[in-house]
T-cell receptor
Framework: GENVEQHPSTLSVQEGDSAVIKCTYS??????FPWYKQELGKRPQLIID?????GEKKDQRIAVTLNKTAKHFSLHITETQPEDSAVYFC????????????FGAGTRLAVHP | DTGVSQNPRHKITKRGQNVTFRCDPI?????LYWYRQTLGQGPEFLTY????????KSRLLSDRFSAERPKGSFSTLEIQRTEQGDSAMYLC??????????????FGNGTRLTVT
């Protein structure tokens, strides 16, 4: 069935290092790929998204890349800070019928001072 | 705050009882979604409304679950005869247009259900 796989499940970095989270999707017609950040006890919040007609998008220290041929996309966080510590979820839209997002299982990022 | 609002924030109930949750989406959003999130997992799609019409239900949603959006504004999610496996965070989200068009989902803070 339709699914989104996300790796790694946990990621620990030192402050100032870069962090990369990768996702693969199964629906070749997916055309929208958002990333959400969820802090403990809080709602998932959109941090960046990309549409299928774009290969890369950047917003300050956060960037997302998309490879449609390989059906994978990645989140890159540079110059990590302790406040980047959270769970990050990737998602992909499904084609056909009515649109919805399918989420990955999440990556718990810990940034150590 | 004009974001998505959910009530109650927490609900503890005994197995076999019925529970109902409410979601108020962002006012101009006519798309409304319910998701369920268990510990260590991503949000899992349950159902979707466009205005008052329920257009899709997940195969995961048993007949004990029902959702309504009677006037195309707020929505309710009811779980009948709750089971311990229903314990989870129930998230509501809304969007201005179809997600496939790049319209993002905005989530509420969720209702955490504990079934004892």
């Amino acid at each position: 069935g339709e699914n989104v796989e996300q790796h790694p499940s946990t990621l620990s970095v030192q402050e100032g290092d870069s962090a990369v989270i990768k996702c693969t999707y199964s629906d070749s017609a997916s055309n929208y790929f958002p990333w959400y950040k969820q802090e403990l006890g809080k709602r998932p919040q959109l941090i960046i998204d990309i549409r299928s007609n774009v290969g890369e998008k950047k917003d300050q220290r956060i960037a997302v890349t998309l490879n449609k041929t390989a059906k994978h996309f990645s989140l890159h966080i540079t110059e990590t800070q302790p406040e980047d510590s959270a769970v990050y979820f990737c998602a992909a839209s499904l084609s056909g019928g009515y649109n919805k997002l399918i989420f990955g299982a999440g990556t718990r990022l810990a940034v150590h001072p | 705050d004009t974001g998505v609002s959910q009530n109650p924030r927490h609900k503890i109930t005994k197995r076999g009882q019925n529970v109902t949750f409410r979601c108020d989406p962002i006012s101009e959003h006519n798309r409304l979604y319910w998701y369920r999130q268990t510990l260590g997992q991503g949000p899992e799609f349950l159902t979707y409304f466009q205005n008052e019409a329920q257009l899709e239900k997940s195969r995961l949603l048993s007949d004990r679950f029902s959702a309504e959006r009677p006037k195309g504004s707020f929505s309710t999610l009811e779980i009948q005869r709750t089971e311990q496996g229903d314990s989870a965070m129930y998230l509501c989200a809304s969007s201005l247009a179809d997600v496939g068009s790049g319209s993002p989902l905005h989530f509420g803070n969720g209702t955490r259900l504990t079934v004892t």
